[in-house]
């Protein structure tokens, strides 16, 4: 019954800020860990953010300190909080849930297949582009 959708996709300025919304559904907050991953035109699927079970946080260092990940607990719901946004930041954005893990999942390789061996729920993306 896990599920997750993203939202919150759209334009954004170079310099400007956009969050986006993954809404979880099957299970509350405490049993999963949320990721926040991108696809940028060719390029491999990249994750850039998640946030464990216990609301510990990681981020790529390329949006350390221009990204947040966040949670509503209320609401179910994690938000990544894009600020300073940059071009090469555009893509597809997805979020993913991996149910029951203690910590955030990183697998051995970090491309898709790597990143979907680990992370088992999937939205259907978000495209945030960069206006110019």
């Known amino acids: 019954q896990l599920s997750v959708v993203e939202s919150g996709g759209g334009l954004v300025q170079p310099g400007g800020s956009l969050r986006l919304s993954c809404l979880v559904s099957?299970?509350?907050?405490?049993?999963?860990?949320i990721g926040w991953f991108r696809q940028a035109p060719g390029k491999e699927l990249e994750g850039i953010s998640c946030?464990?079970?216990?609301?510990?946080?990681d981020y790529l260092e390329s949006v350390k300190g221009r990204f947040t990940i966040s949670s509503d607990n209320g609401k179910n719901t994690v938000y990544l909080e894009m600020n300073s946004f940059e071009h090469n930041d555009a893509g597809i954005y997805y979020c993913?849930?991996?149910?029951?893990?203690?910590?955030?999942?990183?697998?051995?390789?970090?491309?898709?297949?790597?990143?979907?061996?680990?992370?088992?729920?999937w939205g259907q993306g978000t495209q945030v582009t960069v206006s110019s």
């Open positions: 099957g299970l509350t907050l405490e049993y999963v860990a």
């Open positions: 993913a849930a991996a149910p029951f893990r203690p910590n955030c999942p990183i697998p051995r390789r970090r491309g898709e297949e790597g990143w979907k061996s680990v992370y088992g729920n």
């Open positions: 946030m464990s079970r216990n609301g510990r946080t």
